[in-house]
């Protein structure tokens, strides 16, 4: 028998029987249903129709003064909630299911003793999720508890998940922002480091030409190859110390241009003089054209200088003897292009997204033992799209590479820091 009074639990187990295993395993455990009716013999007539599932668990509550006080204390997966209680109104406790946070997801079929479309709309209206005629038809109580369960289940996994999220989220800020302080205290020092290095490194290859020129006559063969190694070694390493100050400048956003009219055509003519010395040792063709008449563009010529110094330089450097390099210049009216292909060994495609990275090399040597780096594109990039352009390549392994950029003629406003 149902025993009678303010609260009682009753739980109905039956191994013999069950509607369905599988809808409790998923949900890990029972379901606990808090039915609040004032009748007792509503309560057995229900607890009797969920009998066949032995994984529903039913607590009735017989006094709605009690109802909410119960339901937080038991936390159900469903409420079963009879709107008609000899002590308070129960639209009046399903409403005040709602104010308490843990409720506030429960699902909530309220019972009612006739179907009244007004009394639906007002039970909606104050947070049920379903309404119910007693007495109900088993089979579709059964399945709109395991309907409302399910979505119950489903709204706490994706809130939870979602919590889950936000952490991550948080942690993945946090984390950033400890990276990008040490990314900046990592700038500084490497910058300070860079900045210490040069002027000895500088004194150095002073030092290493004075006696290359001025102590030739007193120094043997394997006393000038030293000479020589020590001039060019300290070299790369000046160079690579540039390098460094570079992109230390470029990766604390400080890389500042000094904009002024530049004719390009003219700065390209320079750059390829500068090398034709290391080109003519390998017999190479630097071949050259422009439009005749090419705007001047607003260009930091010094850095823009770097960029061609650089793409020239690697040209040659990855040319085999007795190529030709072609820069050329191209102008369609809001833009000018600028290309270098060489006719070299060419860069196997899964190296071509290393190249603009800092120290990314391809696995490609050089074809005279000449050093790299691996800085001077990724400062030439950073360069270029300072200035608002773009850089590009082309390359196919076996007949050269083509390196190229954009340059805008009238920059809106030039980029002063990156």
Same mark, same amino acid.
């Given at each position: 028998?149902?025993?009678?009074?303010?609260?009682?639990?009753?739980?109905?187990?039956?191994?013999?029987?069950?509607?369905?295993?599988?809808?409790?395993?998923?949900?890990?455990?029972?379901?606990?249903?808090?039915?609040?009716?004032?009748?007792?013999?509503?309560?057995?007539?229900?607890?009797?129709?969920?009998?066949?599932?032995?994984?529903?668990?039913?607590?009735?509550?017989?006094?709605?003064?009690?109802?909410?006080?119960?339901?937080?204390?038991?936390?159900?997966?469903?409420?079963?909630?009879?709107?008609?209680?000899?002590?308070?109104?129960?639209?009046?406790?399903?409403?005040?299911?709602?104010?308490?946070?843990?409720?506030?997801?429960?699902?909530?079929?309220?019972?009612?003793?006739?179907?009244?479309?007004?009394?639906?709309?007002?039970?909606?209206?104050?947070?049920?999720?379903?309404?119910?005629?007693?007495?109900?038809?088993?089979?579709?109580?059964?399945?709109?508890?395991?309907?409302?369960?399910?979505?119950?289940?489903?709204? $706490? %996994? +994706?809130?939870?998940?979602?919590?889950? #999220?936000? *952490?991550?989220? /948080?942690?993945? @800020?946090?984390? &950033?922002?400890? !990276?990008?302080?040490?990314?900046?205290?990592?700038?500084?020092?490497?910058?300070?480091?860079?900045?210490?290095?040069?002027?000895?490194?500088?004194?150095?290859?002073?030092?290493?030409?004075?006696?290359?020129?001025?102590?030739?006559?007193?120094?043997?063969?394997?006393?000038?190859?030293?000479?020589?190694?020590?001039?060019?070694?300290?070299?790369?390493?000046?160079?690579?110390?540039?390098?460094?100050?570079?992109?230390?400048?470029?990766?604390?956003?400080? $890389? %500042? +241009?000094?904009?002024?009219?530049?004719? #390009?055509? *003219?700065?390209? /003519?320079?750059? @390829?003089?500068? &090398?034709?010395? !290391?080109?003519?040792?390998?017999?190479?063709?630097?071949?050259?054209?422009?439009?005749?008449?090419?705007?001047?563009?607003?260009?930091?010529?010094?850095?823009?200088?770097?960029?061609?110094?650089?793409?020239?330089?690697?040209?040659?450097?990855?040319?085999?003897?007795?190529?030709?390099?072609?820069?050329?210049?191209?102008?369609?009216?809001?833009?000018?292009?600028?290309?270098?292909?060489?006719?070299?060994?060419?860069?196997?495609?899964?190296?071509?997204?290393?190249?603009?990275?800092?120290?990314?090399?391809?696995?490609?040597?050089?074809?005279?033992?000449?050093?790299?780096?691996?800085?001077? !594109?990724?400062?030439?990039?950073?360069?270029?799209?300072?200035?608002?352009?773009?850089?590009?390549?082309?390359?196919?392994?076996?007949?050269?590479?083509?390196?190229?950029?954009?340059?805008?003629?009238?920059?809106?406003?030039?980029?002063?820091?990156?």
């Amino acid at each position: 028998m149902l025993i009678a009074g303010e609260f009682a639990t009753i739980t109905r187990r039956n191994p013999t029987m069950s509607f369905t295993n599988s809808f409790h395993d998923e949900h890990q455990g029972s379901t606990m249903i808090l039915l609040v009716d004032d009748q007792a013999v509503v309560g057995e007539f229900i607890r009797r129709m969920l009998s066949d599932d032995p994984g529903i668990d039913i607590h009735f509550c017989s006094e709605g003064k009690n109802a909410i006080k119960t339901a937080r204390r038991l936390s159900p997966h469903l409420i079963l909630q009879d709107l008609v209680m000899p002590d308070v109104d129960g639209l009046d406790i399903v409403a005040e299911y709602r104010k308490h946070l843990s409720l506030q997801e429960t699902p909530i079929v309220v019972l009612s003793g006739k179907e009244d479309p007004a009394i639906k709309k007002k039970a909606f209206e104050a947070g049920a999720n379903d309404y119910l005629v007693k007495p109900p038809d088993p089979i579709e109580l059964l399945a709109r508890v395991k309907y409302h369960v399910a979505a119950y289940h489903t709204r $706490l %996994r +994706l809130r939870n998940a979602l919590a889950s #999220l936000r *952490e991550s989220q /948080r942690q993945l @800020l946090d984390r &950033n922002a400890a !990276l990008e302080s040490l990314n900046e205290q990592k700038n500084r020092l490497l910058g300070m480091a860079a900045h210490d290095m040069r002027n000895p490194l500088g004194v150095i290859m002073a030092y290493s030409d004075f006696l290359e020129t001025e102590a030739a006559s007193v120094l043997d063969p394997t006393q000038m190859e030293f000479v020589n190694t020590i001039k060019t070694t300290s070299e790369f390493m000046l160079n690579m110390i540039n390098d460094l100050l570079d992109v230390s400048t470029i990766e604390s956003g400080q $890389l %500042r +241009l000094s904009l002024s009219p530049v004719n #390009l055509s *003219e700065l390209v /003519r320079h750059n @390829l003089n500068l &090398n034709r010395v !290391l080109a003519h040792q390998k017999q190479i063709d630097l071949l050259f054209s422009s439009p005749p008449e090419l705007p001047d563009l607003l260009l930091d010529k010094a850095k823009i200088e770097q960029v061609l110094n650089n793409l020239i330089g690697n040209a040659v450097k990855y040319s085999h003897a007795n190529t030709k390099v072609t820069v050329e210049i191209f102008f369609d009216g809001s833009m000018v292009h600028v290309s270098v292909a060489d006719q070299g060994q060419g860069i196997p495609q899964e190296d071509l997204t290393k190249l603009f990275k800092p120290f990314g090399k391809a696995n490609v040597r050089t074809t005279g033992g000449e050093q790299s780096t691996g800085l001077g !594109l990724a400062i030439a990039r950073k360069i270029v799209e300072g200035h608002g352009g773009r850089m590009y390549v082309k390359s196919t392994v076996g007949e050269g590479s083509t390196f190229s950029f954009t340059l805008p003629v009238a920059p809106a406003t030039p980029c002063s820091e990156l």
